[in-house]
């Protein structure tokens, strides 16, 4: 009779305690995802200044990867210990990335990928005495494109990757400024 007692306190404390620790592991496999995001940034920062050419973290629906610009071949997958860069977007997590620079970053490498097309943004010209002469264009790639680029002088583009699971818990990977590093930063429930 004991026995059944206390195995029938110990069913009622599991059926209490089972939905928090489902919640608990969701909210693990957010912040695991967005370390791995974290992960793919420093790796892709450390490429772009060790091999002194841009790389690239690209966000597709289902998958996170980093590519490397390299002469002829734009967006070539980079390879580690055999096998592309990447990591899948886990099950029921959906990821919005936003650009967080105020103006337009200038295009500088050609040729540009073929899934992107640049937009002509006018300028006004400024000479050194600060006078404005004239009106030129910047070619960007517009900012819904999918993609974070590491130059190799160190410097990145400033953007907000925010997780969100199906309980409604966020995770946000930032980075504020071009010098910055990505970093979790969680955001209110």
């Not at 209490?16 to 496999?29: D, K, V």
């Not at 070619?139 to 130059?151: G, K, R």
Request: proline share 9%.
């Amino acid at each position: 009779m004991e026995l059944i007692l206390v195995m029938l306190i110990i069913t009622i404390i599991a059926g209490i305690l089972a939905p928090s620790l489902g919640r608990f592991t969701a909210g693990q496999a957010l912040n695991n995802f967005g370390r791995q995001i974290v992960g793919l940034s420093q790796y892709a920062r450390a490429q772009a200044i060790s091999e002194a050419r841009v790389c690239y973290l690209n966000f597709d629906s289902g998958k996170v990867y980093v590519t490397i610009d390299s002469p002829g071949a734009k967006g070539k997958p980079l390879l580690g210990m055999g096998s592309p860069l990447s990591v899948a977007v886990p099950t029921g997590i959906k990821m919005q990335v936003e650009q967080n620079a105020q103006t337009p970053q200038p295009v500088m490498l050609l040729p540009w990928p073929a899934n992107f097309q640049p937009q002509a943004h006018p300028q006004p010209n400024q000479l050194l005495d600060g006078t404005t002469v004239g009106v030129g264009s910047i070619w960007v790639f517009p900012p819904s494109a999918a993609f974070v680029q590491f130059q190799p002088t160190g410097r990145t583009d400033p953007a907000t990757i925010l997780l969100t699971d199906n309980s409604g818990h966020k995770v946000q990977v930032v980075c504020d400024l071009p010098t910055d590093r990505f970093h979790i930063q969680e955001a209110a429930r």
